[in-house]
């Protein structure tokens, strides 16, 4: 229990650190007057047969930040399952070679219904391709192959601007809502920086009741 809540209280510290240290990189890629913390197309990685919150996390799949947070994310998400949806929308910085190819592939697969399996899939696998310098495409397209996904409508997606535009949809919400970097999370609309796992729940809890 001492080393889970060790694991939590370092999560919790890097995403305070990585939503600093993302601010000027965020700041430069530009906004929107239109902002959604959520949109229709929004994708869940899980939705609550009884609603009563809505928790929003921005995302990299290459920022090890969000890494850390993603099995805390999963926890929460059963933890409070019957209550809370979970979504999760795409903020790919520019100072990771591969976080908008990483986005470009998750949406592809995202056409194909298994946005949470490729979700999931390049977070177990961030270490091995994580701040390459080469273009990680082919190591994507190996993970849709995996996931037994339709390797021509794969090809034609990524190949597809729409995709792209599909990811920067989100990437300028959140920028218009003042993501300075990843995670971020948007608890009912309003932006939330708890320190601890505790103070997540407790958010949650008082959201859920609410």
């Avoid at 999560?11 to 990189?25: A, K, P, S, Y």
């Avoid at 197309?41 to 047969?49: I, Y």
């Avoid at 270490?127 to 409508?153: H, I, K, N």
């Avoid at 809502?177 to 958010?203: A, C, H, M, Y």
């Amino acid at each position: 229990m001492v080393g889970l809540l060790a694991a939590v209280a370092l999560v919790i510290g890097l995403v305070i650190l990585f939503n600093t240290l993302g601010e000027d990189e965020g700041q430069a890629a530009g906004a929107t007057t239109t902002a959604e913390v959520v949109r229709e197309d929004s994708h869940r990685l899980s939705q609550a047969p009884d609603e009563k919150a809505v928790l929003v996390e921005f995302l990299d799949f290459e920022c090890e930040a969000c890494l850390a947070a993603y099995p805390v994310v999963e926890d929460l998400s059963e933890e409070y399952g019957e209550n809370l949806t979970v979504v999760s929308r795409y903020f790919p910085l520019p100072g990771h070679r591969n976080s908008e190819t990483a986005a470009a592939a998750v949406e592809a697969a995202a056409q194909q219904g298994k946005f949470k399996d490729m979700h999931a899939r390049m977070y177990e696998t961030q270490t091995e391709w994580g701040e390459a310098d080469e273009d990680r495409s082919p190591v994507f397209r190996g993970y849709a192959e995996d996931l037994g996904l339709d390797m021509a409508a794969y090809d034609a997606a990524i190949a597809d601007p729409a995709t792209m535009e599909r990811v920067n949809v989100d990437k300028a919400d959140g920028m218009a809502l003042n993501v300075e970097g990843t995670p971020t999370f948007f608890l009912d609309g309003e932006k939330i920086q708890p320190s601890t796992l505790e103070e997540f729940r407790s958010l949650i809890e008082t959201a859920i009741a609410d």
